[in-house]
């Protein structure tokens, strides 16, 4: 059973700072991580990829990877009002018949308060 | 602008009438994926499509029936809704099986009654 586990939340910020979204994973031999940000109602969008180690930056989004912690991270700096959703982390297996698929976790919602 | 469109967005069955859903995209993409997802819950894989390669989810229920006619459509076929079944489709496509972007469609709305 491959497993992606994030805080439901809520998290609640105010804006102009930092939010913070963490996500762990069980299957070690994941290689690709990715980011999806789902506003009330509507279908999930792609905001993040991560392959690698180390950090990644985007604007106003980072997210890190740890393989060897097996967790991933999404950091929104200056946070706005906008920025309020349910961020979905993902996590495509390496190798075997699941290849093709993503496993998702069930997401934090973010609450940017002005 | 090169997008996945699904239709309905909203639709309205009664319980046991068999519902289809629509999926297209001019992306160009091999790879079409159908998801379930209910309230605060992870987008849930029903199938997926490898060019026309089916690949179907173990715990799918047999209830659900897809169809892929080209690379451009996508059908998901309810035979018999259950009021369980009552959830946002999601449609989403992928450039290639070993990639994991995938892009969503806007997603159809399935209410039972």
């Known amino acids: 059973q491959k497993e992606v586990e994030q805080n439901s939340g809520p998290l609640s910020v105010p804006e102009g700072a930092i939010a913070s979204l963490n996500c762990t994973y069980s299957?070690?031999?994941?290689?690709?991580f990715f980011w999806y940000r789902q506003y009330s109602g509507k279908s999930p969008e792609l905001i993040m990829s991560?392959?690698?180690?180390g950090d990644k930056e985007d604007g106003r989004f980072t997210a890190q990877l740890n393989k060897a912690s097996q967790y991933v991270s999404l950091l929104i700096r200056d946070s706005q009002p906008s920025d309020s959703a349910t961020y979905l982390c993902?996590?495509?297996?390496?190798?075997?018949?699941?290849?093709?698929?993503?496993?998702f976790g069930r997401g934090t919602q973010l609450t940017v308060w002005p | 602008d090169a997008m996945v469109i699904q239709n309905p967005r909203y639709q309205v069955t009664q319980f046991g009438k068999p519902v289809t859903l629509s999926c297209s995209q001019t992306?160009?993409?091999?790879?079409m994926y159908w998801y379930q997802q209910k309230s605060s819950q992870a987008p849930k894989l029903l199938f997926h499509?490898?060019?026309?390669?089916?690949?179907n989810e173990a715990d799918t229920p047999d209830n659900f029936q897809s169809r892929r006619p080209n690379t451009s459509f996508c059908f998901l076929d309810i035979r018999s809704p259950g009021l369980g079944d009552a959830a946002m489709y999601l449609c989403?496509?992928?450039?290639?099986?070993?990639?994991?972007?995938?892009?969503f469609g806007p997603g159809t709305r399935l209410t039972v009654t």
């Open positions: 989403a496509t992928s450039r290639a099986r070993g990639l994991g972007e995938q892009y």
């Open positions: 299957d070690r031999v994941s290689q690709s």
């Open positions: 991560i392959y690698s180690n």
């Open positions: 993902a996590v495509k297996p390496a190798r075997g018949s699941t290849l093709g698929r993503l496993y």
């Open positions: 992306l160009n993409h091999n790879v």
């Open positions: 499509y490898y060019d026309k390669d089916f690949n």
